[in-house]
Each structure stands twice: as C-alpha cells, then as structure tokens.
C-alpha cells in the first residue's frame, strides 16, 4: 500500500472539513494520480486553477489553491477538499518539504561539456 498523509501532517489544515488523506503531490496536473494533492498555483501567464478539472479528473484528492483560483476552478472543485491559503506558492513549498524531507546539507554537482 503506497504512503498516505493527512493534509494537516502536510502543514495544511482545513478546519470544519473532513480529513483528507493524499498519496503524493502535484504541481502539474498531468502529473496527478489517484489519491494526490495537486496544487494550483498562479503562473506568469495561466492560473494553474485552469487545470483543475483535468486534476479531478485524473484523481486527485485534494486541491490546495488561493482564492483567485477557488473562483476559477470552483465548478471542477465541487465537493473535493479544497486547501485555500494566501500564498499557495509558500504553502505548497512546507508541504513538499514535509513530503520529502529535508534537503541533503551538501549538492554536488559536475557541469561541463569536456
């Protein structure tokens, strides 16, 4: 059985709703899968909220979004628990750093074309 975490063990609380439990996290929509967080940010050009029924549709759990895209999405989010935070950018950043971990002390990397 696959990982599972609640939203509140993610930094993402939702108060008066019901606890929902995610198998991952999504920034991209074609990237969901059943049971994952997907989470529509606003972009330079298109609101992530635009890919929100594409999201549902591929089985996500739960969308974590700000306000402006709760507006634009509220149709394809109707009945699945919906994380709203000001800066859903930042809230989604604590929740991938809770997912995954902390990140290594040390990078090493080897660049170069030779």
Same mark, same amino acid.
């Given at each position: 059985? +696959? =990982?599972? !975490? ?8 939702? +108060?008066?709703? #019901?606890?929902? !439990? ?7 929509? #074609?990237?969901? !899968?059943?049971? &994952?967080?997907?989470?529509?940010? +606003? ?13 549902? =549709?591929?089985? @996500?759990? @739960? ?7 709760? !507006?634009? @999405?509220? =149709?394809?989010? @109707? ?14 950043? #604590? ?11 040390? &990078? ?7």
């Amino acid at each position: 059985m +696959p =990982e599972t !975490r609640t939203l509140a063990e993610l930094g993402l609380a939702m +108060p008066g709703t #019901r606890e929902a !439990r995610v198998s991952g996290v999504a920034l991209d929509s #074609r990237q969901v !899968r059943p049971g &994952v967080l997907f989470a529509a940010l +606003p972009g330079a050009s298109v609101h992530g909220a635009a890919h929100a029924a594409q999201a549902v =549709e591929r089985g @996500a759990a @739960a969308v974590l979004t700000d306000p402006e895209g709760a !507006r634009i @999405a509220a =149709e394809a989010l @109707a009945g699945l628990p919906v994380v709203l935070a000001e800066d859903a950018r930042a809230a989604f950043a #604590r929740a991938c750093a809770l997912w995954f971990g902390p990140a290594p002390e040390t &990078v090493v990397a080897g660049t170069g074309t030779n």
